[in-house]
């Protein structure tokens, strides 16, 4: 069996990885842009904590609260424009019919998009949440391995809505992209970030625990609050995600397949 | 002898439109097939469908004795395409396009093999420019490049000197020539030019709105049409002007 016979190949995402890289390194505005809206909200919410720690007993009690759900909402931003925008970049330079001409597989580009997006997350967020650190005497790090729990679930919500748009941009063209930006947006006001989900009105709750960003969101404020890590929603969370992802994955490979169908794999644009 | 291609009832409808209706055909090993008509007369679609990039409605595709509906894999390190439907990401280098093309194929010794078609094809000198500073002929050539990397045994070309100026179609064509007398591959070509089809073609299959209505030699078409030259004959399949003395039918 010859490399390119092979039905999974890590060298093969590898090279897409690679490929990204170079994309990466060629614009220096757009790894500055990676950074830049992580550190805006970073900063923005971090005075806001300033003046709120002084004036609220709740904030009080866990200062670094408003500035972890910053960052975390952060990194499942940063997850899905990983995967949608450099599936766009795909689009915009007409290069589909090239790379599915070739060995690769859907389903290896679908692992190199996931690679790329943690690489970009990794760079955006990890700036802004370093930069925290000597600004507003804050370390989202302190939240010990915990983080990397809400990291990874937070991340993989991410990844989900990026196929899902990715996958809906591939049907109806490069005209529909906003949905990178606006997508994402919708499911802010239920997922807790900065409140708990207590507060929503029952039926937004229904929906907030169809979520596995609201477990996280409630997790992360039971590590600052009471200290404690909740397995309990952790669970939840990764439940969720198992089929968020699963979902997230078929319909991208399902649209991919109509893309065949439809011809939009030589003919796509607006 | 096994063709290289065997296209069989191959149908691909867009709604009621027939893009490609009820075609069949077979290019054997070491021929270069050129596949002509107008605008909308189907060659792309063909293209595509021989490469698995767009699915049949109808109809049954074999390349290099695989099913390409089943098991198009099989085949695709072996067969390779350029077009000017496609494109390479303009912010990459060439030297990155074909790094990374090469890589995607499994070509091996790949840094030798991009410099050397680097120079056969006169991409050398821009091999570290972005690929989107390149003039339309130097993205042509470097297309070029990227079909040939992983030396295939099948070649679908689309246009391949669109945007070329005469001396460098002419050699690009000379290449292509060589290329196949050296490694024994099939090419299957789709274009508007008909002094290339001439010069590359030893089968011509005429397209016109998704069928196949002539095929043959470039010899024997002229002499079926009673033309002197293969434009002429085009122009009397795409304006239906076919002549009585055409009506004897196809080459087998």
Same mark, same amino acid.
């Given at each position: 069996?010859?490399?390119?016979?092979?039905?999974?190949?890590?060298?093969?995402? %590898?090279?897409?990885?690679?490929?990204?890289?170079?994309?990466?390194?060629?614009?220096?505005?757009?790894?500055? /842009?990676?950074?830049?809206?992580?550190?805006?909200?970073?900063?923005?919410?971090?005075?806001?904590?300033?003046?709120?720690?002084?004036n609220s007993s709740w904030l009080a009690q866990a200062s670094g609260v408003l500035l972890a759900g910053v960052l975390l909402w952060d990194v499942m931003f940063r997850g899905q424009l990983g995967v949608s925008t450099v599936f766009f970049e795909e689009m915009y330079s007409r290069n589909l019919g090239h790379l599915f001409a070739s060995p690769l597989r859907p389903? /290896?580009?679908?692992?190199?998009?996931?690679?790329?997006?943690?690489?970009?997350?990794?760079?955006?967020?990890?700036?802004?949440?370093?930069?925290?650190?000597?600004?507003?005497?804050?370390?989202?790090?302190?939240?010990?391995?915990?983080?990397?729990?809400?990291?990874?679930?937070?991340?993989?919500?991410?990844?989900?809505?990026?196929?899902?748009?990715?996958?809906?941009?591939?049907?109806?063209?490069? %005209?529909? /992209?906003?949905?990178?930006?606006?997508?994402?947006?919708?499911?802010?006001?239920?997922?807790?970030?900065?409140?708990?989900?207590?507060?929503?009105?029952?039926?937004?709750?229904?929906?907030?625990?169809?979520?596995?960003?609201?477990?996280?969101?409630?997790?992360?404020?039971?590590?600052?609050? /009471?200290?404690?890590?909740?397995?309990?929603?952790?669970?939840?969370?990764?439940?969720?995600?198992?089929?968020?992802?699963?979902?997230?994955?078929?319909?991208?490979?399902?649209?991919?397949?109509?893309?065949?169908?439809?011809?939009?794999?030589?003919?796509?644009?607006? | 002898?096994?063709?290289?291609? &065997?296209?069989?009832?191959?149908?691909?409808?867009?709604?009621?439109?027939?893009?490609?209706?009820?075609?069949?055909?077979?290019?054997?090993?070491?021929?270069? +097939?050129?596949?002509?008509?107008?605008?909308?007369?189907?060659?792309?679609?063909?293209?595509? !469908?021989?490469?698995?990039?767009?699915?049949?409605?109808?109809?049954?595709?074999?390349?290099?004795?695989?099913?390409?509906?089943?098991?198009?894999?099989?085949?695709?390190?072996?067969?390779?395409?350029?077009?000017?439907?496609?494109?390479?990401?303009?912010?990459?280098?060439?030297?990155?396009?074909?790094?990374?093309?090469?890589?995607?194929?499994?070509?091996?010794?790949?840094?030798?093999?991009?410099?050397?078609?680097?120079?056969?094809?006169?991409?050398?000198?821009?091999?570290?420019?972005?690929?989107?500073?390149?003039?339309?002929? &130097?993205?042509?050539?470097?297309?070029?490049?990227?079909?040939?990397?992983?030396?295939? &045994?099948?070649?679908?070309?689309?246009?391949?000197?669109?945007?070329?100026?005469?001396?460098?179609?002419?050699?690009?064509?000379?290449?292509?020539?060589?290329?196949?007398?050296?490694?024994?591959?099939? $090419?299957?070509?789709?274009?508007?030019? !008909?002094?290339?089809?001439?010069? $590359? +073609?030893?089968?011509?299959? !005429?397209?016109?709105?998704?069928?196949?209505?002539?095929?043959?030699?470039?010899?024997?078409?002229?002499?079926?049409?009673?033309?002197?030259? $293969?434009?002429?004959?085009?122009?009397?399949?795409?304006?239906?002007?076919?002549?009585?003395?055409?009506?004897?039918? !196809?080459?087998?």
């Open positions: 069996m010859s490399s390119t016979d092979r039905a999974f190949s890590p060298a093969r995402i %590898g090279v897409m990885v690679l490929r990204y890289i170079y994309l990466l390194r060629r614009s220096w505005p757009r790894v500055l /842009e990676l950074a830049y809206w992580p550190t805006m909200q970073m900063i923005l919410w971090g005075f806001i904590s300033q003046f709120m720690r002084t389903y /290896e580009l679908v692992c190199a998009l996931l690679t790329i997006s943690l690489i970009r997350t990794l760079i955006g967020v990890g700036g802004a949440a370093l930069l925290a650190i000597p600004l507003y005497h804050y370390s989202i790090f302190s939240l010990g391995l915990p983080l990397l729990t809400f990291f990874v679930n937070l991340l993989v919500m991410g990844w989900s809505i990026g196929l899902l748009v990715s996958g809906l941009v591939l049907r109806y063209g490069l %005209g529909a /992209e906003n949905l990178a930006w606006v997508a994402i947006f919708a499911v802010a006001p239920v997922s807790g970030i900065y409140y708990p989900v207590a507060v929503l009105p029952d039926w937004l709750q229904v929906v907030a625990h169809l979520l596995p960003a609201s477990y996280v969101f409630e997790g992360m404020r039971a590590v600052l609050f /009471e200290h404690v890590f909740r397995t309990d929603l952790f669970v939840r969370a990764v439940a969720l995600n198992i089929v968020y992802l699963g979902f997230g994955i078929a319909v991208f490979l399902g649209v991919f397949r109509a893309a065949r169908r439809r011809g939009l794999l030589i003919n796509v644009g607006e | 002898m096994n063709a290289v291609i &065997q296209v069989e009832a191959l149908t691909k409808l867009y709604g009621e439109l027939a893009a490609v209706d009820h075609v069949s055909f077979e290019v054997v090993p070491g021929s270069t +097939c050129g596949l002509l008509g107008g605008n909308g007369a189907g060659k792309t679609t063909t293209i595509s !469908m021989l490469l698995g990039l767009l699915l049949p409605t109808a109809g049954s595709i074999r390349v290099l004795g695989e099913d390409i509906l089943a098991h198009r894999y099989r085949v695709l390190g072996r067969v390779n395409f350029s077009s000017p439907y496609v494109d390479l990401p303009h912010r990459l280098t060439v030297q990155e396009n074909l790094s990374v093309y090469a890589r995607l194929y499994g070509v091996r010794d790949r840094e030798p093999r991009i410099r050397r078609l680097a120079e056969d094809l006169d991409i050398a000198a821009f091999l570290k420019r972005s690929y989107g500073n390149l003039s339309a002929g &130097q993205k042509t050539r470097v297309a070029l490049a990227k079909a040939l990397l992983n030396d295939p &045994q099948l070649l679908l070309l689309d246009e391949p000197t669109a945007s070329l100026d005469p001396d460098t179609a002419d050699r690009i064509r000379g290449y292509l020539n060589a290329y196949k007398a050296r490694t024994g591959a099939t $090419l299957l070509l789709a274009s508007h030019n !008909m002094l290339e089809v001439e010069r $590359l +073609c030893s089968d011509v299959i !005429m397209m016109r709105a998704g069928r196949i209505v002539d095929r043959g030699t470039p010899e024997r078409l002229l002499v079926r049409y009673g033309r002197a030259n $293969l434009e002429e004959v085009f122009l009397d399949i795409a304006r239906d002007r076919r002549r009585e003395t055409a009506a004897t039918g !196809m080459d087998a």
